[in-house]
């Protein structure tokens, strides 16, 4: 059973800071590409930011240069440090990691599974 574990929401002041942290378990062989992704609302849920196994990221326009995403191959684990906190980044924070998981390699299968989500909020 494949699972996604958030934690490190919260609340921060404008200008503060929040990390965040997701921790997959299972029968995991791999991974590929971890991410945080974000939803208010009414409204669609966007990209935050990803990283590949090799480290490569990617970020959204609005948190480019005030977050970093960073992982943990060997424990699994995917954070997001955000700094410079705006109003405009509350929101339910979702963990997404695709990869592959089975009890051996010659039985693996693909998986795209997301965390049960963790609210941030930035308000004075």
């Known amino acids: 059973q494949l699972q996604l574990v958030e934690s490190g929401g919260g609340l921060a002041q404008p200008g503060g800071s929040l990390r965040l942290s997701c921790a997959a378990s299972?029968?995991?062989?791999?991974?590929?590409?971890m991410g945080w992704y974000r939803q208010v609302p009414g409204k669609q849920r966007e990209l935050v930011a990803t990283i590949i196994s090799s480290g490569s990221t990617t970020y959204a326009d609005s948190v480019k240069g005030r977050f970093t995403i960073s992982r943990d191959n060997a424990k699994n684990t995917v954070h997001l440090q955000m700094n410079s906190l705006k109003s405009e980044d509350t929101a339910v924070y979702y963990c997404?990691?695709?990869?592959?998981?089975?009890?051996?390699?010659?039985?693996?299968?693909?998986?795209?599974?997301w965390g049960q989500g963790t609210q941030v909020t930035v308000s004075s």
């Open positions: 299972g029968s995991i062989i791999s991974i590929n590409t």
């Open positions: 997404n990691a695709d990869g592959l998981y089975g009890s051996s390699y010659y039985e693996r299968r693909f998986f795209d599974s």
